[in-house]
């Protein structure tokens, strides 16, 4: 049997390329497929392969001084969704241009952690007032995100830098915002630079959307299926899951993203049946 685990671990890296050199061997070791990003502030990746090999990369990952204690999201796949085994040593853990402060136990200043359990009685508590805020690009939003969030328009996760400072944000700088994204690691990044922007009650989904899913599959404040990156592109949390996207043919509600240009963040939204005949081209 073979899945898909996603993590990231926010920490001091003083070594980069030793760290770089021990994944690549423990991976081509497990025959594991897929992404790890590591900078000096942590790392991020997303791996498929045979369930016992992963578990195997869990175990040295706990064994290591400083990647013990990550929390890894398991979901249904293979190391064949990836074309192959990428790792390497970048800049940034998120790529913003932006960083916050990261210590031992993680983002200094960043939002407050809640569970999913913990946003619903947040939800509960303080009803209309909260409001579900989208750490990711739009295109990914565009076939699943949370009922009533806001949805920023960008493209890129480094465009939040200046979209924050627009002014139809204010209203909402006052108000619980609970900032969610795919595993929870750019809601790290985003949230400590809402809050240094001005933001007063900053919270982020603990998990991200992953661990929320996994939660309450289709039966909580989630709507839609979540954006993936790699060649499953669309991951439904039950069987109840809907499309809430329209194809840009037909019109019909779809979750189909087709790729006419080789560029991720221009995707279109095309049901099976208008992508069998043609391809927008923009």
């Given at each position: 049997?073979?899945?898909?685990?996603?993590?990231?671990?926010?920490?001091?890296?003083?070594?980069?390329?030793?760290?770089?050199?021990?994944?690549k061997a423990l991976c081509e070791k497990l025959g594991l497929k897929g992404r790890i990003l590591i900078s000096g502030k942590g790392l991020n990746g997303t791996l498929g392969g045979d369930i016992k090999a992963l578990k195997a990369y869990k175990k040295a990952m706990n064994e290591h001084s400083l990647f013990g204690e990550i929390e890894y999201k398991w979901s249904d796949?293979?190391?064949?969704?990836?074309?192959?085994?990428?790792?390497?040593?970048?800049s940034e853990t998120v790529t913003l241009g932006w960083e916050p402060n990261v210590g031992q136990n993680g983002v200094i200043g960043g939002g407050k952690h809640l569970k999913p359990s913990q946003v619903h009685k947040l939800v509960q508590d303080r009803g209309d007032d909260v409001?579900?805020?989208?750490?990711?690009?739009?295109?990914?939003?565009?076939?699943?995100?949370?009922?009533?969030?806001?949805?920023?328009?960008?493209n890129t996760f480094k465009e939040y830098m200046t979209e924050l400072d627009k002014?139809?944000?204010?209203?909402?700088?006052?108000?619980?915002?609970?900032?969610?994204?795919?595993?929870?690691?750019?809601?790290?990044?985003?949230?400590?630079?809402?809050?240094?922007?001005?933001?007063?009650?900053?919270?982020?989904?603990?998990?991200?959307?992953?661990?929320?899913?996994?939660?309450?599959?289709?039966?909580g404040y989630w709507e839609g299926k979540l954006f993936v990156f790699d060649k499953r592109m669309k991951l439904g949390f039950s069987g109840d899951s809907k499309d809430i996207a329209m194809c840009e043919k037909c019109g019909k509600k779809t979750s189909n993203q087709i790729n006419s240009t080789n560029i991720r963040r221009r995707l279109h939204i095309v049901c099976e049946a208008c992508a069998l005949t043609s391809l927008i081209r923009k």
């Open positions: 049997m073979e899945k898909i685990i996603l993590y990231y671990k926010f920490v001091p890296i003083p070594d980069t390329e030793s760290v770089l050199f021990w994944q796949g293979s190391a064949d969704d990836f074309p192959k085994l990428s790792i390497k040593v970048r409001v579900f805020f989208d750490g990711r690009n739009k295109y990914e939003a565009s076939i699943g995100k949370f009922k009533n969030a806001v949805v920023p328009d960008v002014p139809e944000y204010d209203e909402i700088k006052k108000k619980p915002v609970v900032t969610y994204c795919t595993g929870g690691i750019r809601c790290e990044t985003l949230s400590a630079l809402m809050i240094e922007k001005g933001f007063e009650e900053v919270y982020q989904m603990d998990g991200g959307i992953v661990k929320y899913g996994e939660a309450y599959k289709d039966e």
